[in-house]
């Protein structure tokens, strides 16, 4: 069993910064594709961003693309998610996940969730 622990969210005014962390506990999970995913009020669920398990590919969500950047740590076992830019539009809880098939990570077939952390960016 693996569990997942997201840190790093708060309150942030438009244009901000944010880094999201992802804590991988239980087996090892490097070999996993991971990925971020976000659900807002009243809206589904939707993919942000996956890497696959080397961290040489990486995929985004149109509407974040050259705001937001996926890393890994493999060592640390530790996902981060760099939000650069903020918009209003961002306000929604995130969550990492996990797969072993980068694909299922981009589809949100995951294995493994997170419990989600609050990102909230004001105008």
């Known amino acids: 069993q693996v569990q997942l622990v997201e840190s790093g969210g708060g309150l942030v005014q438009a244009g901000g910064s944010l880094t999201l962390s992802c804590a991988a506990s239980g087996r090892t999970v490097s070999s996993y594709a991971m990925g971020w995913f976000r659900q807002a009020p009243g809206k589904e669920r939707e993919f942000v961003a996956a890497i696959n398990w080397s961290g040489d590919a990486r995929k985004y969500v149109d509407s974040v693309k050259g705001r937001f950047t996926i890393s890994r740590d493999n060592a640390k076992n530790t996902v981060n998610l760099q939000m650069n830019s903020l918009k209003p539009e961002d306000t929604a809880v995130y969550y990492c996940?996990?797969?072993?098939?980068?694909?299922?990570?981009?589809?949100?077939?995951?294995?493994?969730w997170g419990q989600g952390t609050q990102v909230t960016v004001s105008s």
């Open positions: 996940a996990a797969s072993a098939a980068f694909f299922k990570v981009v589809r949100g077939e995951c294995d493994y």
